[in-house]
């Protein structure tokens, strides 16, 4: 199968023919291929982990992950011009009307859900309806920035779970927000209202200052008084430790800084793409896949996260499209080898009873979740491919 690529979406891709652009190139038409002999089984339902058969366990409707698996389809439906990719990704709208129509549904990650979905059909068909759908979830979004202390806050807080929830997600900011800066300055363009660019630098600027150490390492989560916006101390949901650095947390960032300097051209999130790139292919020494957190004891024997080095690779590769020829060669170095370490020891797109593409991933090791197919992982891998081979035109 040669893959096509559609002409909205026209991209160039490399003229030099080395081994790991046609390894990187097959990948991505067995990726493609997964995604069309899985449809039937997995229909339009949206998986959420994978379990130990590598058949998916699926998302609820208001799921933070619930646009992942739509977000490859769009990708395969750019790539391919395949109406049936199209129609599969477009079934989907109608749980992001019902993300929109549950208040209690909607969190910080409504950039996640929103760009990969209904931002990718506004950019991939015109159709009116998802640009609405997106504006209105770019809005939501904006309500939770918090101007006293420059933050988007993360999470809710729950009535039924009293006042330990408040206490613990008023004021709250974590890592992966970062990512979902892209619909707050997708919807800055479409509109002009500066509100969306403010809000989303000022998130930026309030991660650089507190989440990323000074050792270029970074907190998963920081707190800020929710009155006042005082700075109070980092701490970690998912991470080993509150002083420990969270592999998925640090591949987070890489992304979302590098995706905030290519939109607003500011170098100084581009210098922190850097510094925290460089930090990450330190700290993960020889390994072919990142451990899930590079402060875990005993790290030769602690799960890897095949997620983390995705994002990361995707990251990477953005961050050498905005540097000179030079620093870019070396970038592309590290990130061509994050992608070696995901194929080698992590590729399921050949195992024909797998419904994912990425084994051992690390969802949430506290809880008991790793080892196992994550769609985030998935996507970022279709993602990282892409940018790998000369795409850069993606739904954020």
Known sequence: MKIETSSYFAASVPAAATSHVDRHQAALVRSIEKLRTTMPIIGIRNPKIGLSDNSWAYCSPYDWVVSFHAGQLWLASQLTGDPTFLNAARARRSIFRGILAHRRAQDHDLGFQFSLSCVAEWLMTGEKEPRALALEAANLLLGRYRPEGRYLQAWNAQPAHGSMRADFANGRIIADTMQNLALLYWAYGETG??????????????????????????????????????????????????????????????????????????????????????????????????????????????????????????????????????????????????????????????????????????????????????PYGDYYFMEALMRSLGHTQFFW
């Not at 170098?267 to 451990?291: F, H, I, N, W």
């Not at 402060?295 to 994002?311: E, L, M, Q």
Request: charged share 25%.
């Open 193 to 374: 209202r500066a509100d969306f660019r403010e809000a989303a630098d000022g998130h930026a600027d309030t991660t650089l200052k507190h989440l990323v150490r000074d050792d270029d390492t970074s907190f998963h989560t920081f707190l800020f008084d929710p009155s006042t916006g005082e700075a109070l101390r980092g701490e970690t949901h998912q991470g080993h430790a509150d002083g420990s650095c969270w592999s998925r947390g640090q591949a987070w960032l890489i992304h979302g800084f590098a995706q905030c300097a290519r939109v607003t051209g500011n170098r100084t999130y581009l210098d922190a793409a850097r510094r925290l790139a460089a930090k990450a292919e330190q700290l993960m020494g020889s390994d072919l896949v990142p451990v899930w957190d590079y402060d875990v004891p005993n790290p030769k024997n602690a799960p890897r996260d095949s997620s983390a080095g995705a994002i990361m690779a995707a990251g990477i590769y953005m961050l050498a499209d905005q540097c000179d020829v030079d620093e870019a060669q070396a970038w592309r170095g590290f990130a061509d080898r994050l992608i070696a370490g995901l194929l080698d020891t992590c590729d399921l797109t050949e195992d024909p009873t797998a419904l994912g593409l990425l084994a051992h991933g690390a969802a949430h090791v506290g809880s008991g979740y790793s080892d196992t197919m994550l």
